[in-house]
C-alpha cells in the first residue's frame, strides 16, 4: 500500500522558517517526480515546488528565493525548507509523487501556518 507522510507543519511567526518532510512507501519512487502543493482557503491548490528524479526543479514565483525543494531517493523522500516564511504562506501543504501516467499519489495534507 501506497503512503505519503508530511511531517514538519505548524505555526511560526513571519520571517521564520520550518522544513516539511514527506515520507514515501510502498513503492519506488525515484524515476518519478516528488514535490509540494498548497491550498488556502477557498483557494485553489497550488504547486509550490516540485524536483524530477534528474535534479530539474520548478518553484512557483511567489516562493522563489525563499522555498527550496530536495529529495533523497534511497529514502523515497522528499523536502521542502521555507525560510523568510509571509502569511500569505498560510495554506495546508501536500505532498505529491507522480509519474506520467504511472502514478500518481498524494499526502494526507500538513498545516502551515503564519502568523504573529
Known amino acids: 500500500q501506497v503512503q505519503l507522510v508530511e511531517s514538519g507543519g505548524g505555526l511560526v511567526q513571519p520571517g521564520g522558517s520550518l522544513r516539511l518532510s514527506c515520507a514515501a512507501s510502498?513503492?519506488?519512487?525515484?524515476?518519478?517526480?516528488m514535490g509540494w502543493y498548497r491550498q488556502a482557503p477557498g483557494q485553489q491548490r497550488e504547486l509550490v515546488a516540485a524536483?524530477?528524479?534528474?535534479?530539474?526543479?520548478n518553484y512557483a514565483d511567489s516562493v522563489k528565493g525563499r522555498f527550496t525543494v530536495s529529495r533523497d531517493n534511497y529514502k523515497n523522500a522528499v523536502y521542502l525548507q521555507m525560510n523568510d516564511l509571509k502569511p500569505e504562506d498560510t495554506a495546508v501543504y501536500y505532498c505529491?509523487?507522480?509519474?506520467?501516467?504511472?502514478?500518481?499519489?498524494w499526502g494526507q495534507g500538513t498545516q502551515v501556518t503564519v502568523s504573529s
Open positions: 505529491r509523487a507522480w509519474y506520467r501516467d504511472h502514478y500518481d499519489y
Open positions: 510502498g513503492s519506488n519512487f525515484r524515476f518519478g517526480a
Open positions: 524536483i524530477i528524479s534528474a535534479g530539474n526543479k
